[in-house]
């Protein structure tokens, strides 16, 4: 694996590799990042391209044993860089703004990214995957600092984002109101509401509900966060059974498919339009219904003034029964054609 920075000595790192001159960027390295997203783009998948991540500065057992080996270890480097200022053995100053000469390396880093990806339409930029919550002052300035390099000097803009914090210091939510608070064009928030039972996005920040921050996540809560105005994203766990991940993998993929038939940028949660709470809706056109217990839904269907098109889901193997017409003008009660929790959609008839 290329390093970001070239190894050029005097002298041995930490690792017994040579020291780092992080006044030079090791090109292979930027090269093996752009071929692997030109990869992605060329498959149709987009790409939250993480800055860096606090396992880089971290020094904790077993397993994140990283700082030793990072270029911005004093030991590591032949520029006099000290990641460390305050000697406690771990690297999260890298993510603070109490030393210009870090704050000069982050920034040239970050343009160089830039520079790199600027013309593919299939990356998102993330800051620090999961940094500690004092981190919020470094990330925000990092997200204006991206966003005013491209908005100037580049043809494209990419979306900036700022993820859940490693730790949630003083506040139950994860200090999701960091993350809300934030400069960034989407966030991916941590912990609870969003593990089970995810809050109706409010249309303030575009949100990333990424079971990485969060656990848990299930076919069940796919569906439960796309209704409620979410983009669900799903890392395997090892606490499913591989049957589980399967079927969330496939509800997955089945929100992507209706989401390409649907009018998905006219539509917004409106849970108040479904008995059963989950409903992306662009009254009087089109609804999205989950009901999580399946049985039978009752709609809000008085801003459609003509008959709407109605097929059932299944929320798993996604097939797809159609069941004629509905009439707008009111409260119109629907019933599942089949067992276990479904998915409605509702389209204005042709």
Partial sequence: MPTIYARTGPGKALDGGLKYDVSKFNQAFFDQLRARCLAAQERGIYLQVMLDSSETARTEPPGNLNWPSHPYNAANNINGIDGD????HSGYEIFSLQSAPLMALNENYARKVVDTLNDLDNVLFEIVNEADHDSKDFQYHMIQYIRTYEATHKPKQHPVGMTSYRDPGNEPGGANSDLFGSPADYIAPGLEPYR????????QKVIILDTDH??????????????RGMNPVYMDTWEASEAKLEATRKALGHVVTLAKKMNLSAMTPGDDLASSRYCLANPGQEYLIYLPEGGTVKVDLAAASGP??????????????????????????????FAGDAVLHLRKAK
Avoid at 85 to 88: A, E, K, M, T
Avoid at 214 to 227: E, Q
């Fill in 308 to 337: 709407l098109e109605l097929e059932w889901v299944h929320p798993v193997d996604g097939t797809g029964r159609p069941a004629g017409t509905v009439a707008g003008g009111g409260w119109r009660v629907m019933k599942v054609p």
């Fill in 85 to 88: 200022p305050n000697g406690d």
């Fill in 196 to 203: 089970d039972n995810p809050p109706t996005a409010d249309r």
């Fill in 214 to 227: 969060i656990g848990g996540g299930d076919a069940n809560w796919v569906w439960k966060a796309f209704t």
